[in-house]
């Protein structure tokens, strides 16, 4: 689907996660005002916070339809088939975003890094790159509605 969403799929989106208004708001960490402006919107929205928003719920594993399809049934919103899939996307981005520059971090506390043994560049590496994400993951996290697998 395209970046906009409407009102209604919204509100559909929230009632699906049975969220209320407060919840979707901190999961996308706008104001309830926000939310409540939003919601009562004609029309597709464009908007800063749609994008929050929007994110917020396919985190959750919601999946938004265009009225553009084939059998001309209308914007929509249902389930994904596979509800975690935009959580490891970001989970896996958020890695190879950070990886990079804890490398070049860890080298510019010691130059001669690449030079010490596999398994001592491992456990430094890896050591620096668990300390970044952990916060990350955690933030990733919060903005979905845990689901059993």
Same mark, same amino acid.
């Given at each position: 689907?395209?970046?906009?969403?409407?009102?209604?799929?919204?509100?559909? =989106? *929230? @009632?699906?996660?049975?969220?209320?208004?407060?919840?979707?708001?901190? !999961? =996308?960490? +706008?104001? +309830?005002?926000?939310?409540?402006?939003?919601?009562?919107?004609?029309?597709? %929205?464009?908007?800063?916070?749609? $994008?929050? +928003?929007?994110?917020?719920?396919? %985190? @959750?594993?919601?999946?938004?339809?265009?009225?553009?399809?084939?059998?001309?049934?209308?914007?929509?919103?249902?389930?994904? @088939?596979?509800?975690?899939?935009?959580?490891?996307?970001?989970?896996?981005?958020?890695?190879?975003?950070?990886?990079?520059?804890?490398? !070049? $971090? @860890?080298?510019?506390?010691? #130059?001669?890094?690449?030079? *010490?043994?596999?398994?001592?560049?491992?456990?430094? +590496?890896?050591?620096?790159?668990?300390?970044?994400?952990?916060?990350?993951?955690?933030?990733?996290?919060? !903005?979905?509605? #845990?689901?059993?697998?």
């Amino acid at each position: 689907m395209s970046g906009f969403l409407t009102a209604e799929q919204m509100r559909a =989106a *929230r @009632a699906m996660l049975r969220w209320e208004q407060d919840e979707l708001a901190e !999961k =996308a960490r +706008v104001s +309830v005002k926000t939310i409540k402006r939003m919601e009562s919107t004609t029309g597709r %929205m464009e908007s800063r916070s749609d $994008y929050a +928003v929007k994110k917020a719920l396919e %985190m @959750a594993g919601i999946e938004f339809l265009d009225g553009d399809d084939r059998k001309r049934r209308g914007e929509g919103v249902r389930f994904q @088939a596979d509800r975690t899939e935009k959580l490891r996307e970001t989970i896996v981005a958020n890695i190879t975003t950070h990886f990079p520059g804890t490398l !070049k $971090y @860890a080298v510019d506390e010691d #130059p001669e890094l690449f030079d *010490r043994p596999t398994d001592e560049v491992v456990e430094v +590496v890896m050591t620096k790159l668990g300390e970044e994400l952990r916060s990350e993951l955690r933030s990733t996290l919060n !903005k979905r509605e #845990p689901t059993t697998l």
